[in-house]
C-alpha cells in the first residue's frame, strides 16, 4: 500500500470532476470494505487519470487496490470525459464549468502555473472544442469563464452557488461586475426564495442602497421641488421601484434592448409600470420583430391592459433581424399597455420618422431612434405630465421628447456611460434654453458617494 501511495499521484484531469460528498464518499469505502475493488483504477503516465475516488477508498479500507494503464500516445482529456458524462449525471452549469477549465490549460496541457510536465495531456482545447467535448454551448463556456477565472469579480459564495447547484451558471455571470456585498446580499434572498433569479435580486440590492445614500434625492423624486423637470437614476428597472413613488408616474415610454439576453428586463419592466403608473397611466415600448412573442409574453403579466401596437415607421433601415432571414428593418412595433382608465384621442396607429432633410432645426442631427422617441412622447402625453424612460441606452430622445412637449422626466440606465451621454445631452440642452427656464437634473446610483446633485446641476 505504502508503494503506491508513493508512486502514484493524481492527475489535475481528475479533479476536473466534482469531488463525491463526504457521506456518500464514506458509504463507498464500506462497500469497497466488504466487496473489494470491483473497476480497476487507471493509469497514464504514472499518474491516477480516472478513479480517485476508488484509489482513496481502498487505502481508508484497507483493499489493495488494481491499476489499469492507459497507452502513453492515447488522449487521457478525452477518456476522462466520456467516463465521467456516461457515469454521473451532470448539470449544464457543471458541464460548463469544466468544459471552461480543460480551455484554460496551457498548451501542455496543464493549468498554467501548475503540476508537472509528465503528469499532463499533450494537446489544448480552446473553449469551442471544450463546449463540443462536454455537451454545452459556447455561451455557457462563456459564461462560466466570468464566474470561474481566478481573477474574476464574482464573489467565492456565488462560485460555490453555482457549483453546488443553487444558481446557473449564467446566473452567476449577470451579477459579475456588481461589487461583492451586492452579489452575496441577492444570493442570500434567491436562497431564502425571496427572488426567483440573483439578477432581479441584485437589482433590488442596488436600488436599495442609493436609497440609504441618496434619501434626499428620493424624497425630491416623490414631492418635486416646483420647476425642476428632469431626474435622472443610475439604477437597473429592477431597482427603481424604491426610487420612484408609486403611482406617480403618467407614461413609461422606453426602448429597451433588443437581444434574447435581455429578455428578463421586460418582466422587471411589466413590474415597474405596475408600481409606478397612475390610473389611466400608459406604457408604450419599443420592440424586437424577431422577439415579440417572448417580449409579450413578460410585458403580460402584470396588471396592465393590453391597449393595441402602433407601427413606427423609420425612413432608412434600422439594422437586420437575426438568422436565418437577415430582413433589413424598416419597422418597429410599439406595444401600448395602460392601467384602467386610460384613454387616446384618436389619431392614427402609424408613427411615421421623417428624413434627416425633413428635421426640423432643433432635432437637425437626432439618430433616428432619439427621434423615434421624442415622437411617441409627443403622441402620447400632455403637457405637465410625468414621463419615465428606465432604459434610456445612451440615446434620450425620450429626455429631450418630454422637454419639447412641456412634460416632467424621470431617466434611468444601469450603464454609466448611457447616463454620461444623457448627462452631456442635458448640458447642452440647457445651454440653449432660455434664462427664465429652470431645468435640473439629480443623479442617483447604487454606490454613489455623498448627496445628490444640486439644482441646475448634472
Not at 14 to 20: D, K, N, Q, S
Not at 246 to 258: L, R
Not at 377 to 396: H, I, K, N, W, Y
Not at 432 to 448: C, D, I, K, L, M
Amino acid at each position: 500500500m505504502t508503494a503506491h501511495v508513493q508512486r502514484y499521484i493524481f492527475s489535475y484531469l481528475v479533479r476536473l470532476f466534482p469531488a463525491v460528498p463526504h457521506d456518500e464518499f464514506a458509504e463507498f469505502v464500506d462497500n469497497v470494505r466488504e466487496n473489494g475493488l470491483i473497476d480497476a483504477i487507471v493509469v497514464w503516465r504514472g499518474a491516477i487519470v480516472d478513479g480517485w475516488h476508488r484509489y482513496l477508498a481502498c487505502l481508508a479500507a484497507g483493499v489493495a487496490p488494481r491499476f489499469t494503464h492507459l497507452p502513453d500516445n492515447a488522449d487521457p482529456l478525452v477518456f476522462v470525459v466520456a467516463k465521467n458524462l456516461l457515469r454521473r449525471h451532470l448539470t449544464t452549469s457543471q458541464r460548463a464549468e469544466i468544459a471552461y477549465r480543460i480551455s484554460a490549460l496551457s498548451a501542455r496541457g496543464r493549468p498554467r502555473g501548475e503540476g508537472t510536465d509528465g503528469e499532463f495531456p499533450q494537446r489544448s482545447y480552446t473553449q469551442a472544442e471544450a463546449a463540443r467535448l462536454l455537451r454545452v454551448s459556447r455561451r455557457e463556456v462563456g459564461y462560466a469563464a466570468r464566474v470561474f477565472s481566478p481573477d474574476g469579480p464574482v464573489d467565492p459564495q456565488v462560485r460555490r452557488a453555482v457549483q453546488q447547484g443553487t444558481l446557473r451558471v449564467s446566473d452567476g455571470a449577470t451579477v459579475a461586475e456588481d461589487p461583492p456585498e451586492v452579489q452575496r446580499e441577492a444570493l442570500a434572498r434567491v436562497v431564502a426564495k425571496k427572488h426567483r433569479t440573483i439578477a432581479s435580486a441584485a437589482g433590488q440590492v442596488k436600488g436599495e442602497i442609493a436609497l440609504r445614500e441618496n434619501e434626499e434625492a428620493w424624497e425630491s423624486t416623490r414631492a418635486r421641488p416646483a420647476g425642476e423637470t428632469v431626474t435622472i437614476h443610475h439604477s437597473a428597472v429592477s431597482g427603481l421601484h424604491r426610487l420612484v413613488a408609486a403611482a406617480s408616474v403618467d407614461a413609461i415610454i422606453t426602448h429597451p434592448p433588443g437581444t434574447a439576453e435581455a429578455l428578463p428586463l421586460f418582466s422587471d419592466l411589466a413590474s415597474f409600470a405596475g408600481h409606478a403608473l397612475k390610473p389611466g397611466g400608459v406604457m408604450v415600448v419599443m420592440a424586437h420583430a424577431a422577439l415579440l412573442p417572448r417580449i409579450i409574453e413578460r410585458l403580460s403579466r402584470q396588471e396592465l391592459k393590453w391597449i393595441l401596437e402602433f407601427d413606427l415607421q423609420f425612413p432608412g433601415p434600422q439594422g437586420r433581424s437575426g438568422y436565418p432571414y437577415r430582413v433589413n428593418i424598416h419597422r418597429r412595433p410599439l406595444l401600448v399597455y395602460a392601467k384602467s382608465g386610460f384613454s387616446l384621442n384618436g389619431g392614427s396607429d402609424v408613427i411615421a420618422v421623417p428624413t434627416p432633410g425633413e428635421l426640423s432645426e432643433d432635432r437637425s442631427g437626432w439618430h433616428p431612434v432619439e427621434v423615434a422617441m421624442a415622437m411617441t412622447v409627443e403622441r402620447f402625453t400632455q403637457a405637465g405630465q410625468v414621463v419615465c424612460d428606465p432604459s434610456m441606452l445612451g440615446r434620450p430622445g425620450s429626455m429631450l421628447g418630454a422637454m419639447e412637449n412641456g412634460c416632467i422626466f424621470i431617466g434611468a440606465d444601469r450603464d454609466r456611460s448611457s447616463i454620461d451621454r444623457t448627462r452631456e445631452v442635458l448640458r447642452q440642452s440647457q445651454k440653449q434654453e432660455s434664462p427664465e427656464t429652470v431645468v435640473s437634473s439629480r443623479a442617483t446610483h447604487p454606490g454613489a458617494s455623498g448627496g445628490p446633485a444640486s439644482r441646475g446641476n448634472v
